[in-house]
């Protein structure tokens, strides 16, 4: 059975090596929204992160706001806004503009904050950023509404008789997701509020076998606050990389990768709960890295919808420069051509074509050459008498 309506885009961080131009590896990111955008991927969501080097962007909305002018159908979403370093008021601010400046191609995801480093500049504990998310959240859910005024008082943030100054440009709003790791917290604040989903933790050891275990987490949450969650609204990010055939695939990240993996979440980040000593390998060992020819990645994609087991509404890569500028375009166009088509619903009728084509070949074009020869015996007169022999004979025919 064919998966229809599957829809793919980046994760965008972004990872970039230290010891390359910060400045053009910004413009890089924006360059491959752009490849993507051609290419008919469906979204890209741009990360927030303000330490430890490898993740540049500080404001997912000036590069949405100049990645909108530059493309035509890509939705842009963060990748995750950090509720907790902003105050709410101004981030439902921000993102009515971006809904207006963008056409309505924006989309508002939500984190507590990924990078401690982050909330320890801006003096805040580790152990308050859960409870300010869902706090924020709810403001900014009630102020997206524009229903009345809102009048709220935290620890933290206060609103009075706050309201919107513009109404969104979408109805009833920009889409809104919230990212989920191993723990079900992300998975209740999008059932509590009837939001989307970016599951990161998918590409996590393990991750794959608890995708189900994790959306019913999202559906009891969702009945219990009174609202409904779709599986269409729900991305699973993974990492990739396509070639022609899975060994040179596999020979074009591993140096990056390895990299990537000792000096950024090892050495500086003291490597995450959950995360593998050896990802590229244990990940492709266990499905949760999709690295190989259009053909492995195809069927890892498939074997990630059977464990979720009711499937899910899209694929997000994890984006990184594990291979060259060269070799990661020719990725994300390897998967547009060869693996999108087959859970897009796109490829089922041409080939049906052919095959009927083939199968009544005799039938439909076993009078061809006779007509040909009745046009020119009805119409051919001006026909040049060589030109006439030489069609007839069967070398030009058609």
């Given at each position: 059975m064919a998966h229809r309506g599957l829809t793919f885009g980046i994760f965008l961080a972004p990872f970039h090596r230290l010891g390359e131009n910060p400045t053009l590896a910004i413009n890089r990111d924006v360059e491959l929204i752009q490849w993507l955008d051609y290419l008919g991927y469906d979204e890209a969501w741009v990360g927030e992160h303000h330490s430890a080097g490898w993740e540049l962007i500080a404001s997912p909305e000036l590069i949405i706001a100049a990645a909108a002018e530059k493309t035509k159908h890509i939705k842009l979403g963060s990748g995750v806004t950090s509720l907790p370093y902003h105050h709410p008021f101004l981030v439902a601010q921000r993102w009515v503009q971006l809904d207006h400046m963008t056409r309505g191609r924006a989309m508002l995801g939500c984190g507590p904050g990924a990078l401690t480093s982050d909330a320890y500049m801006l003096g805040i504990q580790p152990a308050t950023q859960r409870p300010r998310m869902l706090e924020a959240m709810d403001a900014i859910m009630r102020l997206l509404q524009m229903d009345g005024r809102v009048?709220?008082?935290?620890?933290?943030?206060?609103?009075?008789?706050?309201?919107?100054?513009?109404?969104?440009?979408?109805?009833?709003?920009?889409?809104?997701?919230?990212?989920?790791?191993?723990?079900?917290?992300?998975?209740?604040?999008?059932?509590?509020?009837?939001?989307?989903?970016?599951?990161?933790?998918?590409?996590?050891?393990?991750?794959?076998?608890?995708?189900?275990?994790?959306?019913?987490?999202?559906?009891?949450?969702?009945?219990k606050a009174g609202k409904t969650v779709s599986r269409k609204k729900w991305r699973v990010v993974v990492n990739a990389h396509i070639a022609e055939d899975d060994e040179q695939a596999l020979d074009e990240v591993r140096k990056g990768e390895r990299n990537e993996t000792v000096t950024y979440f090892e050495d500086t980040l003291g490597r995450p709960p959950g995360r593998s000593d050896d990802p590229l390998v244990d990940g492709v060992k266990n499905g949760t890295t999709l690295v190989g020819s259009p053909d492995t990645v195809a069927k890892g994609?498939?074997?990630?919808?059977?464990?979720?087991?009711?499937?899910?509404?899209?694929?997000?890569?994890?984006?990184?420069?594990?291979?060259?500028?060269?070799?990661?375009?020719?990725?994300?166009?390897?998967?547009?051509?060869?693996?999108?088509?087959?859970?897009?619903?796109?490829?089922?009728?041409?080939?049906?074509?052919?095959?009927?084509?083939?199968?009544?070949?005799?039938?439909?074009?076993?009078?061809?050459?006779?007509?040909?020869?009745?046009?020119f015996t009805d119409f051919g007169a001006a026909v040049p008498e060589d030109f006439k022999a030489r069609t007839l004979g069967g070398r030009d025919v058609g």
């Open positions: 009048t709220m008082k935290t620890d933290w943030f206060e609103m009075n008789d706050a309201r919107l100054h513009l109404a969104p440009y979408s109805d009833p709003h920009f889409e809104i997701a919230v990212a989920s790791t191993i723990t079900p917290f992300g998975m209740i604040a999008a059932g509590t509020h009837g939001v989307g989903v970016l599951s990161i933790g998918a590409g996590l050891p393990g991750g794959p076998e608890a995708l189900a275990a994790q959306w019913k987490i999202a559906e009891d949450a969702a009945a994609i498939r074997r990630l919808l059977e464990y979720s087991q009711g499937g899910f509404g899209g694929i997000l890569f994890r984006a990184h420069e594990w291979a060259t500028r060269e070799q990661t375009m020719r990725s994300y166009e390897l998967f547009a051509r060869y693996v999108m088509p087959q859970f897009q619903g796109s490829l089922e009728a041409p080939i049906g074509s052919r095959t009927w084509a083939m199968e009544n070949r005799k039938q439909v074009f076993g009078n061809t050459p006779d007509a040909v020869k009745r046009a």
